[in-house]
């Protein structure tokens, strides 16, 4: 089957027990046992849910791995999958991946004795080098948040390979409508579902795919026994949102390519980020990894107070965090995704606060230019 028909056909579309065709929210913790020394697939629902496993099942199709697991958020996946990890061991991550996910290396998981180390991904050779000898995991995102860099996934996914390590990918951006790491190599992907699959801005979740089997059952533990799992109700919410991420995504991304174009010609905007722009950098490896530039891009204006009139005089495109809802939502990562980030970091890799970050929505293209042709005036 073809992608957009998978996103709707997962395997549990039609309820061999009664025939329905919408998926059935089992809210329940638990199960009874129907006889006293027989384990049963679903026991406890912290374990395992129907409803969740509808999700795990589809995530799991749609990326091509083995198995998938659900989150109560992007963050409890994230973090969950770095749990694989032990004392001492040191992950190498792109240096502009989420700030959460920066955050809790350089938290939480720093005081467990996990180091990491933060490299420019988009540059293989650098990721070669930054290789140590105790280094087990190999974590990216492409494009990144929030200049859209692009990494190249199969010559990153090679290089960890050889080394023995784990690779993790951060596919929220993408969705796996546009991107399949794992195709490419990665043994893990995880995915805010909060973003683009879940879709309505109605939802915090997560996701985490493994390559092989056996991966999946050591995730499997940690997901048993951390517990930070999503409710049916949730669970439910992202299966819907799953089935119509095709039309959103190709809506999305056809406005975004077109207010990227636009912003380009305008006299207060000094720069643009979108993956599809002849200038970008990384456009060509984009193309040759993604079947599609996104919904997300951001760009700078020439002056910081350009940009802070920018967030006052906008109306239509939201000022919110998220990103991947009906809605188009402008953030501002200095104060919001990257608040977190040390100053000399961020101006080192560019996150500058004359930086506006947009999340393309689906309201008209011709209205959301307006809007951001008063905005910028
Ligand atoms: C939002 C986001 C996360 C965190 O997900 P939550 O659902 O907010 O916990 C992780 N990675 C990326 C790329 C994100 O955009």
């Not at 697939?41 to 091509?64: C, H, M, Q, W």
């Not at 533990?221 to 049916?232: E, Y």
Request: aromatic share 8%; glycine share 8%; hydrophobic share 40%.
């Amino acid at each position: 089957m073809n992608r957009g028909t998978l996103l709707i056909h997962n395997g549990h579309d039609r309820d061999p027990a009664t025939g329905a065709l919408g998926t059935t929210i089992y809210q329940t913790s638990t199960f009874y046992r129907k006889k006293i020394t027989e384990m049963q697939e679903f026991d406890y629902s912290r374990g395992a849910n129907p409803t969740r496993k509808v999700l795990e099942e589809t995530i799991a199709a749609l990326e091509g791995g083995a198995k998938g697991y659900a989150f109560g958020s992007g963050m409890a996946a994230i973090s969950s999958v770095i749990g694989l990890f032990a004392t001492g061991d040191h992950i190498l991550a792109a240096e502009d991946i989420y700030g959460g996910s920066r955050y809790i290396m350089d938290t939480f998981y720093r005081r467990w004795g996990l180091s990491s180390t933060a490299v420019d991904t988009s540059d293989p050779d650098a990721v070669r080098r930054a290789i140590r000898p105790d280094t087990k995991a190999l974590y990216l995102e492409t494009p990144s948040n929030p200049l859209l860099k692009i990494t190249d996934l199969a010559a990153c996914l090679d290089l960890a390979r050889e080394a023995n390590l784990i690779s993790i990918v951060d596919n929220t951006f993408m969705t796996s409508y546009l991107q399949q790491p794992i195709a490419l190599g990665a043994d893990i992907v995880v995915h805010s579902a909060t973003k683009f699959l879940g879709g309505h801005s109605d939802v915090i979740s997560g996701l985490a795919v493994t390559r092989t089997e056996e991966l999946g059952q050591r995730l499997y533990q940690i997901q048993n026994s951390f517990g930070a799992v999503p409710g049916p109700w949730d669970g439910w919410l992202v299966i819907r949102g799953i089935k119509t991420l095709k039309v959103r995504m190709d809506a999305a991304q056809k406005t975004a390519r077109r207010l990227a174009e636009w912003l380009l010609t305008h006299k207060n905007v000094a720069a643009v980020f979108y993956p599809a722009l002849e200038g970008h950098p990384g456009r060509r490896i984009h193309e040759s990894q993604a079947s599609g530039a996104g919904a997300m891009l951001s760009f700078k204006t020439k002056t910081t107070e350009q940009a802070l009139r920018f967030f006052d005089r906008v109306t239509l495109a939201a000022t919110a965090p998220s990103l991947g809802g009906v809605e188009t939502i402008a953030s501002y990562p200095v104060k919001m995704s990257h608040i977190n980030m040390p100053v000399e970091d961020r101006e080192r890799l560019g996150i500058t606060d004359t930086l506006i970050r947009i999340a393309v929505g689906l309201e008209d293209a011709e209205d959301l230019i307006a809007d951001f042709d008063e905005a910028l005036a």
